[in-house]
């Protein structure tokens, strides 16, 4: 029933604006533009702007300019226009030829004045905004400042509304089609732990974020790791001047955050600074029933289990950013960023045992009390010099350092009983688990322009990497004395160092054709120490991993592309380490230090194309993989990663976007893959499935000058062993702005219509030659409505002089 859901709430939202903007439409346009100092690039505040009829030169709107520069225009009927622009101290500018037309509706001129020291320069652009999705060949571009969510949320939030991302209850998003999926911000990794990267995530301010791009076929500059990237721009710089910012959010499911901010620019120099905090409470809820079968196929037992837990974290994120130009030919980047976490939760398990009779035979009672903190501190710098003799060639050094530590505590009380209600057993068990991750990269980049059409590039970079991860485990029981737990105690140490290096060759062609070549030469270095285990040192290890791409623009309306490239999932410190986890003494887990990399060769086939109103991308994909490395249950209470074989994926991805009169625009994207495993282990027997995943989201101006955005999510995923079903998600808001967009508030609902179901089930052979069959489902009560109000003050005044002269300006603008 929930499938259908996803589309009848869709198409009645459809409807319901498609009627609200069909009595609305009329054959009208809007011009809105900045104006600046052409020689400082500052703002120009208080400036005169006058549009006439292109025929005409009787005014037929005045505007002076807003603090921050800017000015608007609207409902001007479809026609030529120009626009004329003077202030005291700069040569007066006409802009021509402005078409408003049905292909151009929104049109935005930004214009640099002229002081009246110097040569006459005509420099004006004139484009249309940006939509909040972009398609490419490679890459889906998600422009946060177009979105309703710019304000007051955070990375998580917008992750959950980009097409093909889909952000699992653990905070971790994936690439829809893609096995690994990595995270980069600023075109660096970012995800050297996963509870790290979930942090921050949760914690980064959307004020920060630029724009996010989903890159399917990463270029060689990319660490090969990983299938896909999803890479998070952060903003460079603000308007000259002071500009700063507060907001705060608050939800129904008691969650909140804020965040302030402030920036000063110059000529040169732009500084900076950022402050976030939240708090996220979470309620889960989960059911699970397996079927237990021996080596003849007969059932031998059943099991049910229902769990809940509770948890409430407070994160804490601080940034600060330099953006220095040292000449016009350097530039210096620097920034730092430090996260906080704390959290604290509690679970309870009732664990019930039946035999073949369906005959209760135990009750297990399991209450547990966890405490986690941790920190991460990451420091960035980057050098860019550019040639003066030869324009286009480039040369640039990179340097990050990570570190991060987390304590987590766990506090276990289990109680044993039979059918009668009679306590056979109890133990308490404490575990502390301290892990430290820090890392140190180093990259040098050049790039030429060999000539009009072609550019080379070369580059290497260095990742010297450590983690350590010690558990120490206590128990205590009716039987034995409080001692040590030596299967689950372990220190564990773990070192990884890359050495790459990489070329890549652009070539495009009068004819619009676009060639892209590279490859990446990458020398691993591993090895890792126990205590409770054999120390390994794999020996180390050399790939090349090409890429290329070709691309053909045609009449300036279609693109055809076709790409390959070669990538890698290494196995990690969390899949490599053996460390036992039997929180769940029905689901053990452990790590697997036997583990060998995976290789994964994806080729795309991509089209393009638009129209005045609309366009519509398609993909297709088809990826090999051997060794795959995926969570695998290996006996009927254990689970740990396999290299389980070869898998083979086909998918299919649809996107597109269709503008419904002026303001409104619908964006679609469906992605259907067809996944295959095949193995020689008896851990494993041929399998394959569908995956599915359709995103829709609608986006636009609504009547008294409201923002809204709404997107619903559907998704169904195919694994080696089952599969996860019929998960619904939705996400609504609407943004309205006053004094002069200083203000902006925003209501916002997450899956208004049910909170957040997902169903697992599977039905696997085990090396034991018997086999089991288990249904899972998982219940997170994510219905939560929120409210946001944020502030912007931008203070970028050039002189004082322009305050004595405001009533002139304001009279001859208003004449």
Partial sequence: MKKYVFFIVFFLLFAIVLFATGQTVKETGNVNGVVKDEATGEIIDFAGVSIYKTETENALKNFMTDPEGKFSFNDLPFGSYKIKVSFMGYQAKTVEDIVINANDQDIKVDIKLTPNSATVLEEVVVKASKPVVEFGADTITFNVDQSVYAQGSTATDLLKTVPMVTVDPDGKPSIAG????RVFIDGKPSDYTSETLADLLTVLPSEA??????????EARYSADGDGIINIVLKKGYSLGLSSGLSYTLGTLGDYNGTAYSAFSNKKITVNGSYSFKHAPTVNGSDLARTNYNSSSSISSYMNQNGSSKNETDSHNARASLNWDITPLQNLRTSVNYNTNNGNGSSLLDDYRFNASQVQTQFIDQNILTNNSGNSFTFNADYTLRFKRRKGQSLSAGLTFFDNGTLRDRDLSREYFKTNDVKTNENRQYRSNDIGTNRLDFNLDYSRNLNKFATLSLGSQVSLGNNSNNQFVTGYDFVNSLDTISRLTNEFGYRENIYAFYGSYRLRTKSRWTFRTGIRSEITDVNFTQSAFPSMDPKPYHNLFPNISINKSYKKKYNFGLSYSMRITRPRENALNPLVDDTNQSNVSFGNPNLKPS??????????????????TPRLNYTTTDKIIERFRVSTDSVTYEN????????LSLF???????????????TISRRSYQSKSTLQIPSSGYSQRGNMTISGQVPYSITLEGQLNYYTNALAQGRNSGSLTTNFGFRKMFLKNKVSARLSVEDPFANRSFFESSDVLTNSGGSYHQERNFLSKSKNYTFSIGY????NKKQKAKEDVKKVLTKEATK
């Avoid at 974020?209 to 990463?218: A, C, L």
């Avoid at 597109?656 to 469906?670: A, D, E, F, Q, V």
């Avoid at 912007?792 to 203070?795: D, Q």
């Fill in 178 to 181: 893609k096995v690994n999926t």
């Fill in 792 to 795: 912007r003050f931008i203070n």
């Fill in 209 to 218: 974020i630029q724009k996010i791009e989903v890159i399917t076929n990463p």
């Fill in 656 to 670: 597109g976007n269709y503008r419904l009169g002026k303001s409104i625009t619908l964006t679609g994207g469906y």
């Fill in 599 to 616: 290789y994964i060769n994806q080729f795309q086939l991509s089209f393009g194309t638009a129209g005045a109103k609309w366009s519509f």
């Fill in 644 to 651: 389980l074989g070869k898998n083979q994926a086909l998918t």
